[in-house]
């Protein structure tokens, strides 16, 4: 557990347990004024060297952390929840900049959990390049859900994405748009996408709840089957809207 009154940087992190621990590696960062990643990444529940059933989870309340969002598109930055393994990752009245995908790679599950405070998802653009996008559920499972939270997602978004995704917005506000200040320029939102020329199946749900406000500056897309895609792969999106 981290809880200290100075700012810290960290380099590439690695939460996860071993040896089929029953318990996740969990790490915790309370009341820490900065906490700067840079261009890194902080992998939680992945697979290290031959380890099977990797578990981890990283919490971060009443913190201020951010990363560059400046790396190009084919890198990897921020964090990856559930990486082939089950991963857990919760942002607690914390001000946050920074990409993340939630539940990636084959057997990969992850939680994604924002409450209050604010969460800026950063990327490089107008782009549905993979590593740019903020993802919940690509190849893998996972689930994500802003609680009251003031969110900002630049670029475009995608749940279930070739994989099983669930988004739930309670309350607060979340804006898709290239960046703060362009309210113009086409980005999107993908409720369940298969990418063109694969076989994998594609499950996303979003469900705006608690009098939540959410703003696209182009299209939301359901079941969107990209080009050599194939309707027999079974692609689905639903989206509700409940108060």
């Known amino acids: 557990k981290f809880a200290m009154n100075e700012p810290i940087t960290l380099g590439t992190m690695l939460a996860t347990s071993f040896r089929d621990a029953a318990e996740p590696g969990k790490i915790v960062f309370d ?11 902080v992998w939680i529940g992945t697979p290290y060297m031959v380890e099977a059933n990797a578990k981890g989870e990283v919490t971060v309340c009443d913190s201020m952390l951010h990363s560059a969002g400046t790396k190009p598109l084919a890198d ?22 920074s990409r993340v995908h939630v539940g990636t790679e084959a057997n990969g599950v992850g939680e994604f959990l924002v409450k209050g405070g604010s969460f800026h998802h950063t990327s490089g653009g107008n782009s549905d390049a993979v590593k740019n996008m903020m993802i919940v ?55 369940g996408r298969q990418k063109g020329g694969t076989a994998r199946r594609a499950v996303g749900q979003f469900r705006l709840t608690g009098g939540g406000q959410f703003s696209c500056t182009h299209d939301t897309w359901l079941a969107a089957i990209g080009n050599g895609g194939s309707y027999d792969h079974y692609t689905y999106g639903t989206l509700t809207i409940d108060g």
Request: net charge negative.
């Open 31 to 41: 009341g820490v004024p900065e906490i700067d990643i840079a261009q890194n990444c």
């Open 137 to 191: 559920g690509y190849k893998g499972h996972g689930y994500a859900e802003l609680d009251q939270t003031a969110a900002e997602v630049t670029g475009y978004a995608a749940v279930g994405f070739e994989g099983s995704g669930v988004m739930v917005q309670k309350g607060g506000t979340c804006n898709l748009r290239i960046s703060p200040s362009d309210t113009e320029t086409p980005t999107q939102l993908h409720v």
């Open 76 to 97: 990897q930055e921020g964090f990856y929840v559930g990486n082939a393994g089950f991963g857990k990752l919760v942002f607690e009245d914390s001000v946050v900049t």
